[in-house]
């Protein structure tokens, strides 16, 4: 294993437990897409570009943006 | 159950997990050290039998293309499943956000933001295009494609553009290119069919070797994934979008 690829897994470790750490839902979704690109890069280091290029706009962006919706919807109904 | 007791109870459980993990790791081939046979055989065989500079995709599009179809259709009835959900409830109203702070003048996109999510539009298409087109050669394809796609019309609704990018979403077309690229990989299939081989038998001679037709029907099929996951993905966000600006709670 390379120091670059040693590097991004203790990355992926530490933001994927500082996701499950974060109690307050829309730091932990602008948390969460850190750690989906930091899991692409994972991918990307490993040699496996389709599956980082997945990743990164599921994990990335695509995921982020339905839940943010979701939270934008659940907010007002709150007040 | 007290706290205490949660944690006596959990320990037992959690040592045993760990156990069976650093055993079942410690089975595992060294780092980077691949036993299996199928990943050489594929890399020896699959540039004659397809032609296909990524080898992923001939993998995901030929050796396993009907279990590809099968995610087609996961993703095809997730849309659906969606848009079933979203859809105006018989207590819902449609109508314009009530505004909740009023006398407060709500803030315009900043012209950075504006500038810079316009400029993206473009770029984003072309990019998209071009994972889409370059599946067979390069990595990416149908599905990685698609998403970059549909980020196109996600960039004029970040610019602020929201009336644009509800114009820019004619749902029956959507629904149609989305069914199009569903149905377009079944019917690949079934041509294989028709010339008496197996389903999803490549009939399409193939290109020379990397060029950008090479890999038989591979392009065709990214072609109908990529349709399909950009149409349903801007269906899915144009859906959610609707709920939280033109719909809402009970009457």
């Keep these: 294993m390379s120091v670059v690829q040693a590097a991004v897994s203790v990355a992926v470790a530490f933001l994927a437990v500082a996701v499950v750490r974060t109690r307050d839902p829309l730091p932990q979704l602008m948390l969460f897409s850190i750690f989906g690109t930091s899991l692409a890069l994972f991918f990307f280091v490993l040699q496996a570009p389709d599956v980082a290029l997945s990743e990164m706009v599921v994990g990335a962006v695509a995921y982020p943006i339905v839940v943010l919706v979701a939270l934008a919807k659940a907010k007002r109904r709150e007040r | 159950m007290t706290r205490r007791a949660r944690l006596w109870l959990f320990a037992p459980f959690a040592l045993g997990v760990a156990a069976l993990l650093v055993w079942g790791i410690r089975g595992l081939p060294p780092f980077g050290h ?65 505004d909740r702070a009023e006398g407060r003048r709500l803030h315009a996109t900043a012209d950075a933001v504006r500038m810079a999510a316009l400029s993206m539009v473009i770029a984003l298409t072309v990019l998209g295009l071009y994972v889409v087109a370059h599946g067979q050669l390069t990595p990416g394809g149908g599905f990685q494609g698609g998403i970059v796609l549909a980020g196109a ?82 269906l899915v966000i144009h859906e959610y979008l609707e709920q939280t600006l033109v719909i809402r709670g009970s009457r």
């Design chain 2, 34 to 98: 691949y036993h299996g046979p199928y990943g050489f055989v594929l890399a020896r065989v699959e540039p004659h039998e397809r032609g296909a500079t990524n080898v992923v995709s001939a993998v995901v599009f030929d050796y396993r293309g009907f279990d590809t179809m099968g995610e087609e259709f996961i993703f095809f009835a997730s849309v659906i499943g969606v848009a079933m959900l979203l859809r105006a409830q018989r207590d819902e109203t449609e109508g314009s956000p009530e």
């Design chain 2, 153 to 234: 019309p996600l960039m004029i609704y970040l610019a602020g553009r929201v009336l644009v990018f509800e114009a820019l979403n004619p749902v029956p077309l959507l629904e149609g290119a989305k069914s199009t690229g569903a149905a377009g990989f079944v019917v690949m299939g079934f041509v294989g069919l028709f010339v008496g081989a197996a389903f999803l038998s490549n009939v399409i001679p193939l290109a020379p070797f990397g060029s950008i037709f090479s890999g038989g029907d591979i392009p065709i099929l990214n072609v109908a994934v990529g349709l399909e996951v950009a149409a349903g993905t801007v």
